[in-house]
């Protein structure tokens, strides 16, 4: 009789195991497959697929998605670029000059949706009655029921930062936003203002209202697209979010 099974040695113990076994490789094509493959027991709405991939079950919903970001998807599910007017005539002349009327995208139907940007890592929320303001390059999706109001920086410091333009969300539902790398949450109390550089500030508090500063010149700062020039300053009780990178946002066109 040929004996198909190899031993190993274990300690003080013999286990056998057949020789298909010890032949597969970890690199071979269905242990890849296995490792990579989605997940079928995630059903909640906003899942984390992967650090860098968000997914989002739809089940005849709709949800707001960053243009661009959709990598793939399973069933029956529509798209539809956001219209100037989406979120009021108060937001009209900020989505014009900011660009960010064409930044959204409503997906809506049936099924499994994967969205990612540029490979940055994704981090859900949940807002329960709560706001908060993000980068507007850094929010990927939130849920139909998030209220989203373009705030605007007035200094010349931030349009030649390219961090004029933050989206407040706010009411209740999941929100999905992305930084490079680990982020780290700062806490801002009275005592002690917090000041960040704006192309590496992602987030903060939905009630407080930074302040733009620099301690250099006009002249000097033209040509500048980011660095120590300037900062941000937050003041009050809160927190704000930064990345360990510097990201500088070009307004689309």
């Given at each position: 009789?040929v004996?198909?099974?190899h031993?190993?040695?274990?300690?003080?113990?013999?286990?056998?195991?057949?020789?298909?076994?010890l032949?597969?490789?970890?690199?071979?094509?269905?242990?890849?497959?296995?490792?990579?493959?989605?997940n079928?027991?995630?059903?909640?709405?906003?899942?984390?697929?992967?650090?860098?991939?968000?997914?989002?079950?739809?089940?005849?919903?709709?949800v707001?998605t960053?243009?661009?970001?959709?990598?793939?998807?399973?069933?029956?599910?529509?798209?539809e670029?956001?219209?100037?007017?989406?979120?009021?005539?108060g937001?009209?002349?900020?989505?014009?000059?900011?660009g960010?009327g064409?930044?959204?995208?409503?997906?809506?139907?049936?099924g499994k949706?994967?969205?990612a940007?540029?490979?940055?890592?994704?981090?859900?929320l949940?807002?329960?009655?709560?706001?908060?303001?993000?980068n507007g390059n850094?929010?990927l999706?939130?849920?139909q029921?998030?209220k989203?109001?373009?705030?605007m920086?007035?200094?010349?410091?931030?349009?030649?930062?390219?961090g004029?333009?933050?989206?407040?969300?706010?009411g209740?539902?999941h929100v999905?936003?992305t930084?490079?790398?680990?982020?780290?949450?700062?806490?801002?109390?009275?005592?002690n203002p917090?000041?960040?550089?704006?192309?590496?500030?992602?987030?903060?508090?939905?009630?407080?209202?930074?302040e733009?500063?620099?301690?250099?010149?006009?002249?000097s700062?033209?040509g500048?697209?980011?660095?120590?020039e300037?900062?941000m300053?937050?003041?009050?009780?809160?927190?704000?979010?930064?990345?360990p990178y510097?990201?500088?946002?070009?307004?689309?066109?």
């Amino acid at each position: 009789m040929v004996n198909n099974h190899h031993p190993i040695q274990c300690k003080k113990d013999v286990i056998w195991l057949p020789k298909k076994l010890l032949i597969m490789s970890k690199y071979s094509l269905e242990s890849f497959i296995n490792e990579t493959k989605e997940n079928p027991q995630e059903r909640d709405y906003f899942e984390l697929e992967k650090p860098q991939l968000l997914e989002i079950n739809l089940n005849n919903q709709s949800v707001w998605t960053k243009r661009g970001s959709m990598v793939g998807y399973i069933g029956n599910i529509n798209f539809e670029r956001q219209g100037m007017l989406a979120g009021g005539i108060g937001n009209l002349l900020k989505k014009a000059i900011s660009g960010e009327g064409t930044r959204l995208m409503k997906a809506e139907g049936t099924g499994k949706l994967y969205v990612a940007d540029s490979g940055k890592k994704v981090r859900i929320l949940y807002l329960n009655n709560e706001a908060l303001c993000v980068n507007g390059n850094d929010v990927l999706a939130h849920e139909q029921s998030i209220k989203s109001d373009i705030t605007m920086l007035k200094s010349i410091a931030g349009m030649l930062s390219g961090g004029l333009f933050q989206v407040k969300l706010s009411g209740t539902g999941h929100v999905a936003i992305t930084t490079h790398g680990e982020p780290l949450t700062l806490m801002i109390t009275p005592d002690n203002p917090v000041f960040t550089d704006p192309n590496a500030t992602v987030a903060w508090s939905g009630n407080l209202t930074p302040e733009l500063k620099t301690n250099v010149s006009f002249k000097s700062l033209m040509g500048r697209g980011s660095g120590e020039e300037f900062q941000m300053k937050f003041s009050g009780n809160g927190w704000v979010l930064i990345q360990p990178y510097e990201e500088v946002y070009a307004v689309e066109k």
